[in-house]
């Protein structure tokens, strides 16, 4: 699996800087895994970053100010003795990305009988609007546009969006700037995705928005 679509410029640099919301996150984590363009670009952003904080000018902290810092290290601390690898995440007997790990992962549920949804409920941020979709070969997701920053992260099948074909381990990102569209998954089989949104979609269909608030997209 070799990924041909990535994210931009813009959001790795997020990414890179801690500025993407955890569902964001987890999605272009996701991504990450399989595609060493994308390890390199995000080191590579991350170097960058470094380097123009050392060029800032020292400023002084509060005691206040260490002291938390000293908390949140012993708090992340962990006796190596003391870790275990999380167990692999498995929906329908498929291994899910390690970034999902530690995540409850919810039943499915139907908008309709080709288009399956399941909630990913980060431990630390539960609020996040990050889904798994399951669909059917050939089917179209509902029409919708974006009020912020979508992306979906293709596990198994593909999907073409009138801009391009994302298939496994490609990642499609959206935003405000693309117009009102409607992925279609090929004809060959069913599509499995991961999807995280900034912020709700604007879905154009009744039935997309009779389901939107259970969704949580």
Not at 70 to 91: C, E, G, N, Q, Y
Not at 115 to 124: G, Q, T, Y
Not at 137 to 164: C, I, K, M, N, W
Request: proline letters at 8%; glycine letters at 8%.
């Amino acid at each position: 699996m070799s990924p041909r679509h990535h994210s931009s410029d813009v959001t790795m640099v997020r990414r890179a800087a801690g500025n993407l919301s955890a569902g964001l996150q987890l999605v272009l984590d996701a991504h990450l895994e399989s595609c060493p363009h994308c390890q390199d670009r995000l080191r590579l952003f991350e170097a960058t970053g470094g380097a123009l904080l050392e060029q800032l000018p020292p400023a002084p902290l509060s005691g206040a100010s260490i002291e938390k810092i000293f908390v949140r290290i012993d708090s992340a601390t962990v006796a190596p003795s003391r870790r275990r690898p999380a167990a692999p995440v498995r929906v329908d007997g498929k291994a899910l990305p390690a970034a999902l790990s530690g995540c409850a992962i919810g039943p499915w549920r139907y908008v309709h009988p080709k288009l399956r949804w399941a909630k990913v409920k980060l431990p630390d941020a539960p609020l996040e609007r990050v889904i798994l979709l399951k669909i059917a070969a050939g089917f179209s997701v509902p029409e919708h546009g974006h009020r912020g920053l979508e992306l979906t992260q293709v596990l198994s099948g593909a999907f073409s969006d009138g801009r391009a074909l994302y298939g496994p381990g490609d990642l499609a990102e959206a935003d405000d700037e693309v117009k009102d569209h409607q992925p279609r998954v090929t004809a060959e089989g069913e599509c499995l995705c991961l999807a995280a949104v900034e912020h709700p979609l604007r879905i154009n269909s009744l039935l997309g928005r009779l389901f939107q608030p259970l969704m949580g997209i």
